[in-house]
């Protein structure tokens, strides 16, 4: 298979693709994306962790007191999960954080 080297040196690296996305690192709207993609990737440990203990949604809304609906729209990524909800989840889980600073 021959490589055409036209089409690939048109294409763009990651990092070229998210500075032409969301602007330069450091910049305000490539710091909420960070933000963003950060909370999906917590979102998905915890999700993940739910299922491995073959939890559903509604046993994991039970333990922190929540309704399923909201434990749904956290793993799907619509809304926001606040520290303290976070925490109370992982605590649900079982799992345990700690903060690295450096």
Do not use: C
Not at 32 to 61: G, N, P, S, V
Not at 68 to 85: C, F, K, N, P, W
Request: hydrophobic share 35%; proline share 0%; no cysteine.
């Amino acid at each position: 298979m021959k490589i055409d080297q036209k089409k690939l040196a048109k294409l763009t690296t990651g990092s070229e693709h998210l500075r032409q996305k969301y602007g330069q690192e450091g910049s305000e709207n490539r710091r909420e994306f960070e933000a963003k993609a950060e909370a999906w990737y917590y979102a998905e440990l915890l999700r993940d962790e739910r299922k491995r203990q073959k939890l559903t949604q509604q046993d994991l809304a039970d333990r922190i007191g929540k309704k399923r609906e909201y434990v749904s729209a956290l793993e799907r990524g619509t809304t926001d999960m606040q520290l303290s909800t976070f925490l109370q989840i992982a605590y649900a889980l079982g799992l345990r954080f700690s903060l690295v600073v450096g």
